[in-house]
């Protein structure tokens, strides 16, 4: 097993950036940094930076890998339920996309009452709304208790700096965001990807509580999953053996997800108004080492720690991409 202490050398074999000048068509995002190349591909660089509170909190090594390779396996795990937009993975934190006419909405999928952010059900419900995202929801659902039925919740996907608002299928449809067809088409796509989630997920003990997924349509106007799929950043993982007892000690569940780093600023500050302290090293390695377990559990393979240093992620990414500004 991968430990902290077996990561320790790793402490700086880290990607904050992965600026490439010669390539073309830079978009950076919060994590991934993006190329739009001539030829209609678009490559998507994770960095192993990790964003939550509206910023960046760190850089942990293998992070911007473990997803990567956590959507690779996800993108095979589904390609027959889902056309997907993977065509390449020429380096551990790339993939060459086929670059999509994206939908400007997020489908979130959930099985659960749970989350923190502004459009997750969760705050809305204790709030009272028990009418969110065009559902009605039954009284008594508890704080991250299974839901009576799996929902999805879509939202607008608002540029940097804005804030992302809940939306119904009819609001979708109103504003012609989608036709009913490409709706009914989105959706019955997103149930059946969230339903092998699930399946794959409870097969390694885990449950997947909730996901979001991303869609676009490509050149003959077919409907395509784009983004990442069932990520740690983009999903929230429990471990099933002691959700029960947990949910009955009115305990969080345990998470798989990025709540490890969350969790420790949120016990030492109020992220939202205070500054955040410096997350420290032995933090950042713990970190690091629950990302690469999440990969091993989810995807059943062993993660493999490079033998060297050299070269360091960015010069290894150049020198693995330089076929696409070379050719
Ligand atoms: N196949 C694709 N074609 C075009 N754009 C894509 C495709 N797949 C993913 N994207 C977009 O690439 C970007 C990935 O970068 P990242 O997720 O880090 O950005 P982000 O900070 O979430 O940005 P945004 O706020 O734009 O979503 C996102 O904007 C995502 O919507
Ligand atoms: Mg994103």
């Known amino acids: 097993m991968i430990d902290a202490g077996a990561l320790a050398p790793y402490r700086d074999y880290v990607l904050p950036e992965a600026f490439i000048p010669e390539l073309p068509g830079y978009y950076r995002g919060k994590v991934r940094e993006n190329y739009d190349l001539a030829n209609g591909e678009r490559i998507l660089i994770a ?20 997803l990567t390779d956590i959507a690779r396996f996800w993108f095979e795990a589904t390609s027959d339920i889902c056309a997907n937009h993977l065509r390449a993975n020429p380096d551990p934190n790339a993939m060459v996309v086929q670059r999509l006419e994206m939908m400007p909405i997020e489908i979130i999928v959930r099985d659960y009452l749970a989350g923190s952010t502004a ?3 969760l705050p809305m419900y204790k709030a009272g709304a028990r009418k ?30 804005a804030h992302d608002a809940p939306l119904s299928a009819e609001d979708i449809i109103e504003r012609r965001i989608l036709t009913p067809r490409q709706w009914d088409d989105v959706a019955q796509k997103a149930f059946a990807l969230f339903a ?20 676009g349509f490509n050149a003959e106007g077919h409907i395509v999953l784009a983004d990442e799929i069932h990520t740690p950043d983009s999903s ?44 420290p090293g032995d933090v950042i390695l713990e970190a690091a080492a629950a990302y690469i377990r999440t990969f091993e559990i989810i995807s059943g393979r062993g993660f493999i720690l490079p033998e060297s240093l050299e070269p360091a992620p960015l010069e290894r990414i150049r020198a693995n991409l330089a076929f696409y500004w070379r050719r």
Not at 48 to 60: E, M
Not at 201 to 206: I, S
């Open 119 to 121: 459009t997750s059900i």
């Open 47 to 66: 960095t192993d930076r990790i964003s939550a509170f509206d910023q960046g909190l760190a850089v942990i090594p293998f992070k911007g890998q473990v």
């Open 196 to 215: 092998r989630g699930r399946e794959i997920a409870a097969a390694r003990g885990l449950i997947l509580a909730d996901t979001k997924y991303e869609f």
């Open 132 to 161: 969110m995202y065009g559902i009605d929801f039954p009284d008594g659902i508890s704080v991250n208790e299974k839901l009576p039925w799996t929902i999805i919740t879509p939202t607008t996907k608002a540029g940097h700096d």
């Open 236 to 279: 929230r993982y429990w471990v099933a053996a002691t959700y029960a007892e947990r949910l009955e000690a009115g305990r969080q569940p345990d998470s798989l997800d990025k709540d490890f780093i969350r969790n420790w600023v949120r016990a030492r500050c109020d992220p939202y108004r205070e500054p955040i302290p410096e997350i």
